[in-house]
């Protein structure tokens, strides 16, 4: 039995009405009637004829999918998009370039819920899923939606600054929630909720970046999703999954392993090795997933879904039409088109490529750390995402009191600016401290990502910030 | 001198920050830096190798841009994408599909500016110009940028739903200004501020749609213009002028001519003719332009600019940070790939051909009520834009009182659905009235618009809906 979210609507959500407008577009198209209701301009002035856009091509018979460009092989999946369909899951840009559809063009979203039911299975029949512009426009939107100013949001310790910015502006009141290496720990999200002080609103939601979290690159397991889960219906809140590295799940680190020869698995060992979500879980349908394109294929797509009960999408879809309609008709275009060539398959081998560079990437930093950082630096291999992080005890130092006040921070301050000398930047834990979170011991990190160099630079600039620690706390 | 507009800010816009990781953003790129703070994904592993869009090419030798298509002329502009930079005014994908350029990619900014230099010559220096992704979405962060619940807009008495909806959402306080056929009447806007009532909050902005206005079809003259722009500063309000239809100018009606033997205009004569923007007379840089790709190029480009005072847009452009980043990629690189190649010359060739469009199809609108429309009904040509309306006198009605309780919104509706059985819909001005407007006399009016249908269409959708005027007002 699915929960009624609608309690927990904003004043803003509340008060969207549909367009009057909606009325008379119930009569387009019907049999007969001259519509000359829409401001349509007609597609024959749309100035692009044709799209052809140039892929790799599944099944991606090697390792990876994403070692097979069609520079390398002399394969490609060719998307051609005239103005009539060419295949059932192309979206004509007589359509795409139209207005309409602000829940996503209907071929896209096709795609989208066959994917969300393989990997997720939502335990519930009243789902459906979107088309957002992004998961930072997702979680404005989800904001918008739900929180009124003043409102109570629960946040990671460490979070993104971002979705942090997006939420203070609104004047959202923040409640961090403790974490570890492996994420939030439930116990503490329990204290929280059973100490919480009634003067102050409830929270509504519980914003979470559960897998490859940024900035920690921590990851929630299986049974702390669970327990997590259990908190939400417990005390009657929303989780807010903010999904974009879902799919870089490198799995656990193993020193001796070579992730370059890495058994490519089959389809189904991939799927039963990932991480199960909040949304696989939801029996009351109080889950929000958000998914993005960013991380799987490219940022500059803005192209993502949300995943929630069909009724709350609803109130999301009136928002979309007064402010961003919908996305990009060249984005879905482009994106429905490869991703109908390819398949439900040749996107599950894709991401198994994806995953595969990943985990090359995240060996070969551990591989780094371990050779270049002195004892006093401590590390968790990420099994998800982006990122690591270095951690380090302040006190430490040997004139933590004198020179640097006993504040941790002095000295991440000093590590920062060594390793910038050195020709090396890492991003300061501190910067991504959630609002109204005190920190309560001595120990610092800095956030790297394994993302955006190849290995050679990740080399070096890991041996270059391991010095700057050497020099800041005088290790030989 | 400009004015000052800071006072006019949001809570919420004064409230935004940049991301702490901006500070880190300004080492990027650094000799000899190796950067791990960005989780960017490496733009090797996005699956698009190469775009290729077919365009109509210019220079247009004939009449019009939009008359020669590649498919007839066997012309052809192609925008070849690889991720190396093919042309100075090309955006690689590899940089258009990655993180960044929230104001929008240089390339297509360079373009943007200097086709605003020939259009307006905006009189001041600090002017600027962002991409939006739409004018809906660039009205909605101008309504963040400045509004707080309660704070007053001025509204034209009949305006676009949405543009209502989004205010409404965000509980603004709506203060309309009086129309006539061509606009907001100046003298009408004066008195309204001149009268204004101390305890209420002075409004902040007029929103104006204010060439081929929707609903009304109306557009304002360039001395309205002047004096709407003297009001604004006088009693220090912001002019928000929404133009998607600006470049829809076909000018005044001819009975005589015929539009499609009309001399194609040198581009000085296009440029001469057309009317005035608010930012043209801006000395004061108290205007927010914003313009679309909608009507020019299409709706699913979801691609605007908004041109203003470069230190109020900076507040745009961090909303846009944590909401929708920017617009997308593929949209960008294919608009600034096709823009280049055809240069602002040939951007102007295909909006004279786009005008000529629309002007045979106004032309035969205005010969279609000639014929079809019994002589109760008014109608002013339009002189831009997609709209224009029938206006009827209810009180016209032989049983006005008895049978429609002296409502015109009654008579109005009996109309649209005797014309739904007739097959012919178009939209009731009711549907249009801004929020606080009550009518004063017995007229209603219906909005029609002719892009979206060929001629035939039109001509039997403007029978039928005359025929059902006819019957409903009993005349022969």
Redesign the interface.
Known sequence: MITDLHHFLS???K???P???K??FK?YGQE?????????????????????????SAPFTGSAG?AE???DTGK?TITELKKQKVESYDIP?AR????GYTSGQPELLDFVKKHTEIIHHPPYEEWDAITS??N??AW?STLRTFCNAGDTVLFEEYTF???V??A????VSFAPVHMDSYGIVPEELEKLMANWDSSKPKPKLLYTICTGQ?PTGSSLSDERRKQIYKIACKYDFIIVEDEPYYFLQMGEYDAKADATKMKTPTHEEFLNSLVKSFLSMDLEGRVIRLDSC??V???????GWIVAQKDILERYVR?H????????????S?VAG?LGRWGQEGFID?LIG?RK?YAIKRNFTVHCLDKYMPKIVSYTPPVAG??FTVSIDASKHPRFATEYDSDPVKVEDAVFNRA?KE?????PGS?FRSPNFEIKDDTFFF????????LE??D???E??GKAIKEVFEIE
């Open positions: 004043e803003e959500a008060s969207r009405r367009s009057p407008l009325v008379a009569y007969g009637l001259v519509f000359l209701g829409g401001g349509l301009p007609m597609s024959d002035y749309f100035p692009w004829e044709k799209i052809v856009a140039y892929s790799p994403i460009k069609p520079s490609a840009l795409s370039l139209q207005y512009i992004g930072t426009e404005d600054p971002s979705a910015e997006t203070n502006a609104l004047s940024n960013s991380k294929f490219a940022p500059g797509t803005r192209l928002l039409e007064v402010t961003i309609q919908t996305s990009s008709g060249f984005t879905q482009i490869l894709w994806l560079e982006m990122f910038l020709g090396s930047l890492m991003i910067w956030r790297g990502t394994y993302a955006a160099v190849d630079k990740l070096l600039g890991l270059r910030f």
